[in-house]
């Protein structure tokens, strides 16, 4: 029998998206005051949609160089896979096409109330633990990244440094190593294709030279992912990270944040090293994304306003923008065709945005323990994430004025936890999780031919909305 996809069960609800502009600033001080109020304003200024600061709206370029590649549903497989301009002076920014991708993906079919449940795509094969599981195949090429990394890559002769440096990669204990799921999906994706190059006539030199390409590029994820993380966590006064205290607590700020310099920098070298300019400008957009993500959110958790569109899009410079441009990374490290960058690309960012909503979900029923960081942290940071926009919805009344207030008085979270249980956002929040998940499974299926590693990016896809940590 066939069953309705996810996709296909989610409702109008979800095109209703709420916004506010109540603005609370407050300060004791007056030079406090003076300063806060340049601060926000300039911050404010950078994180607008339209601000100069990324410069959008201004810089209708001919060159498809958006930050995003070119990346549209309806564009030219050919152009937008030409991504590197010939012209040094052409702009970097261009207007950027997210938000039809995040209401296509929300706006079609109806909810009816089911639990979400993925439905795999015809042809792939049930999960089998010594087959097709992703973790279990990836192993052999993912297992001893930690170490090379810290062992290899990032060594250097100062002693702090050095081991700040090395704070997530120190595998002795394994402690800190975190799901690595970024570089599991580019070692899948490209085992994936390198079944398909095995049809061709490519030498088992070249291939196994793509490979070794590929397991660096996956490398290089992880380490700018975890950079990000060394200054997350300073920018979030956060205590914990992966179970331990977090790099900064360790180290103290300063280090902290220099090591995560030094990780993008190492980063930088290797990725010059692959000799692929397409390659090198995709994983930089990907760090131009995750600092725009990050100021965005920093905006969010100062004024309180926030709405779903503008939540998707954070999500997507966040977290999805580095999966999609790593898994394309890996597609053009392997010559493959336009089709498969392409369906490498959709596959890395809807996995991406399906993780961010399960993260933001989770954030609502897991335990610091389950975690390995405190539960509910965005409502406590102000932050508005997917359950509580979808409870806005039904509960604007009461809950937009707790959100506008970062739910700082007494009584906003229970009113908040209460809105949320009433309006099941966190189930809705899952179940768009899922749809984005079948968009990922639906990218490889239909570009990479059948195989297990294909299957297992599909059950990847699949786990990474089911997973409770
Ligand atoms: C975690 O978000 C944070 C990120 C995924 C990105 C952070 C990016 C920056 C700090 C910009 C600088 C980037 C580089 C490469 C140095 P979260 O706080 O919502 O999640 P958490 O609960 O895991 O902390
Ligand atoms: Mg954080």
Redesign the pocket.
């Given at each position: 029998m066939n069953r309705p996809t996810n996709r296909n069960r989610l409702g109008e609800a979800y095109q209703n998206s709420i916004a506010t502009s109540s603005r609370c600033y407050s300060s004791a001080l007056p030079i406090d005051a003076i300063k806060s109020s340049i601060k926000s304003s300039l911050l404010e200024q950078a994180s607008k949609k339209d601000s100069p600061f990324w410069d959008e709206e201004r810089t209708n370029s001919q060159t498809p160089l958006n930050g995003l590649n070119g990346h549209s549903r309806a564009v030219d497989l050919e152009q937008h896979l030409s991504d590197v301009s010939d012209d040094v002076d052409a702009p970097i920014n261009k207007p950027d096409p997210l938000d039809e991708w995040y209401l296509e993906s929300v706006s079609l079919g109806s909810m009816n109330g089911e639990t979400s449940g993925i439905r795999l795509p015809e042809g792939v094969a049930p999960l089998d633990p010594h087959v097709n599981d992703p973790f279990f195949l990836s192993h052999a090429d993912v297992n001893d990244i930690s170490a090379t990394i810290g062992n290899d890559l990032v060594g250097t002769d100062h002693p702090v440094l050095n081991s700040a440096a090395r704070y997530f990669f120190n595998t002795e204990d394994g402690k800190g190593k975190g799901k690595q799921v970024r570089p599991v999906m580019v070692m899948l994706l490209s085992r994936a294709m390198m079944q398909m190059n095995s049809h061709l006539e490519t030498s088992t030199p070249q291939l196994n030279h793509t490979l070794k390409s590929q397991r660096r590029l996956a490398e290089i994820t992880e380490m700018?992912?975890t950079?990000?993380?060394?200054?997350?966590?300073v920018?979030?006064d956060?205590d914990t990270?992966r179970g331990q205290p977090a790099a900064h607590r360790a180290f103290g700020n300063k280090m902290a944040i220099l090591a995560?310099?030094y990780?993008?920098a190492r980063a930088s070298i290797y990725l010059a090293r692959l000799r692929n300019v397409d390659v090198v400008e995709c994983m930089s957009t990907t760090?131009e994304h995750?600092?725009r993500?990050?100021v965005l959110?920093i905006k969010d958790s100062r004024t309180g306003v926030a709405d779903m569109e503008g939540y998707l899009r954070k999500n997507f410079y966040?977290?999805a923008s580095?999966m999609a441009n790593s898994c394309k990374s890996a597609a053009l490290l392997n010559h493959a065709t336009p089709e498969v960058v392409d369906a490498a690309y959709r596959y890395g960012k809807h996995v991406g945005v399906a993780f961010?909503l399960i993260?933001d979900a989770l954030?609502f029923e897991g335990s610091a323990a389950s975690l390995g960081?405190p539960a509910l942290?965005?409502l406590n940071?102000g932050?508005s994430t997917a359950p509580v926009l979808f409870a806005a919805e039904s509960h604007g009344d009461v809950l937009i004025p707790a959100m506008a207030r970062k739910f700082k008085e007494a009584g906003d979270i229970d009113l908040a936890l209460q809105c949320i249980l009433e309006a099941d956002g966190v189930r809705r929040t899952k179940e768009l999780a899922a749809v984005h998940a079948e968009m990922a499974m639906e990218a490889v299926v239909g570009a990479l031919e059948p195989s297990p590693f294909r299957d297992s990016l599909v059950h990847l896809a699949s786990r990474v909305v089911d997973r409770s940590r």
């Open positions: 700018i992912h950079a990000s993380l060394f200054h997350d966590d920018i979030d956060a990270r995560g310099d990780l993008l760090i995750l600092v993500g990050e959110q966040k977290t580095l961010q993260d954030d960081k942290a965005d940071a932050l």
